[in-house]
């Protein structure tokens, strides 16, 4: 039997605000526990939350990045639960009137494109964070977090493998960044991904029943989680057995998932709307300042980047994985004009050595200037592509300008035609066996001359121009 995975996913994402959703509390990482609290975030008797703005204003960006419409009255609810990190006993969330709805997303697999659509997109508030003692049965709460502002963004069940879970998450970490909305960071927790999977024999319309796989905190994590979830619920089916709807949890260690708890229901949540907040109203005129303030998206900027630069598919993409490597190669063609050579720079070595360093762009210690004017330097023919790699390795560890280097280190490269054609006469005169041969029809020895002179003039000689003369020479 063949059976087909379908996927969806929840995901979280913290916004990047100065204060917390409801209080003014900063939303610092990092601080001693419990000291970002007040007494809405602790959930005291007889507190009002009040919504900051901003974090509408965010959620709103994403939603319209990912193509939802924006719903011009949404409300917020409570979601009852107990639970240690919830001092009020209950998330203040949103349920039967969403900030928007009926979005999509564009993904790319084995290079085909694909669409998965977007349920909804939501705001709420944070919970706590419990640290469990290794070594005695103790559990402490962090208030902190309580109250930082999230989205919630739930796909339509409409990917169908692991690997498209992936780029789908992948997808929406870059549109995060690209709108500057959070750092996206899924070891961190800035982005976190509970993941809905179930099967069906492939040709069946109707779904199975789905287990929902709890926080995972990497891309590799949700891969692997999927996975073992395909084939645990796989077995399952074979043997002839139902899977239970239930929460699962996934073990890093022993790469298994593990049930945490049988699924609640809605019901469950006895979710009602806030009476202390005032329904979210956003006009037209908000929604086009908003819509006025996006930046452009790693979409659009792919389009505009093949177009405007004759870029491939692929140097497109890799491009605009970022918006801050983006522009640094735009600021990089704006000094030097060629954009095929700046991409593939930026694109094999400037990115090799960032790797080497897991830096990003953003911290490179090569500016566009630099890398401009070094291949400005091979064009003029002063430097080889091979000298420049090298150079360019220099720039990076070392901060200093590629004529500083060449200077200091004697890098020049020799094209002085007088200078060269001496060192070819030597060559030639030295190997009189190969020239007979070329002249004989056996150009293919060429080569060995070129690389004679190579080795003489120790890498220096204009390789254009010994080949030029070499056969200059020969021919005569
Ligand atoms: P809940 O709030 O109980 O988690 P939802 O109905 O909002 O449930 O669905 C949550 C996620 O589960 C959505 O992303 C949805 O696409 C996905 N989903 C729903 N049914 C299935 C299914 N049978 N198999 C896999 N995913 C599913
Ligand atoms: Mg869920
Ligand atoms: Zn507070």
């Known amino acids: 039997m063949d059976y087909e995975a379908i996927i969806g996913l929840e995901v979280h994402v913290q916004l990047q605000t100065k204060t917390k959703i409801f ?7 990092g601080a001693l526990a419990n000291t970002h609290t007040c007494p809405v975030c602790i959930g005291m008797p007889g507190v009002l939350p009040v919504l900051n703005r901003q974090v509408v204003e965010l959620a ?40 928007a709805e009926h979005g999509w997303v564009e993904i790319e697999v084995n290079g085909q494109g694909k669409k998965v ?92 029943t ?32 139902e899977i239970v709807q239930e929460t699962r949890l996934w073990d890093t260690a022993k790469g298994v998932t593990f049930p945490m708890r049988g699924k609640e229901e809605a019901h469950d949540y006895r979710y009602f709307p806030d009476p202390d907040l005032v329904p979210v109203e956003i006009d037209n005129a908000w929604l086009a300042r908003v819509k006025e303030r996006l930046p452009e998206l ?12 004759g870029l491939s598919d692929y140097d497109a993409e890799v491009i605009t994985t970022s918006k801050p490597l983006a522009d640094y190669f735009e600021e990089c063609v704006a000094r ?31 500016s566009p200037a630099g890398l401009a004017d070094l291949l400005k330097l091979i064009e003029k023919g002063t430097i080889s592509g091979k000298m420049a790699k090298g150079i360019l390795e220099q720039m990076y560890h ?31 005169k030295a190997h009189p066996k190969e020239v007979e041969k070329y002249r004989s029809g056996k ?31 020969l021919l005569s």
């Open 23 to 29: 209080c003014s509390c900063p939303t610092t990482f």
């Open 60 to 99: 709103m960006k994403m939603a319209l990045a990912i193509h939802c419409n924006i719903a011009p009255f949404s409300l917020f609810a409570r979601k009852h639960y107990f639970y240690p990190d919830l001092p009020k006993g209950y998330q203040i969330s949103q349920y039967e009137f969403p900030l």
């Open 117 to 208: 659509g977007i349920t909804r997109i939501h705001m709420e508030e944070d919970a706590g964070k419990l640290i469990h003692d290794e070594n005695r049965p103790v559990s402490y709460v962090d208030l902190n977090r309580t109250g930082v502002p999230l989205v919630e963004i739930v796909s339509e069940p409409d990917i169908r493998s692991p690997e498209e879970a992936v780029s789908y998450l992948k997808k929406l970490r870059q549109m995060v960044r690209y709108l500057g909305i959070s750092d996206g960071n899924m070891e961190e927790g800035s982005m976190r991904c509970d993941a809905n999977i179930s099967l069906r024999p492939r040709g069946q319309e109707e779904f199975g």
């Open 210 to 241: 789905r287990s929902e796989l709890k926080n995972i905190n990497s891309f590799r994590h949700v891969q692997k989680a999927l996975e073992y979830e395909i084939r645990r619920q796989t077995a399952l089916l074979l043997d002839g057995q």
């Open 298 to 309: 790693p979409d659009a900027k792919r389009t505009r980047l093949k177009r405007q630069y």
């Open 336 to 366: 030097f004009p060629s954009p095929k050579t700046v991409s593939n720079w930026i694109g094999v070595e400037l990115l090799r050595l960032l790797k080497q360093e897991d830096r990003e762009i953003d911290t490179c210690p090569v």
């Open 398 to 428: 070392g901060k200093k300008n590629p004529r500083e280097i060449i200077e200091e280190q004697g890098l020049a490269q020799v094209s002085d035609e007088s200078a060269l054609s001496a060192v070819v006469d030597q060559i030639i």
């Open 443 to 473: 150009t293919k020895i060429l080569g060995f001359l070129v690389g004679q002179i190579m080795k003489e003039t120790r890498g220096q000689a204009n390789p254009k121009k010994v080949n030029e003369l070499l056969k200059r020479a």
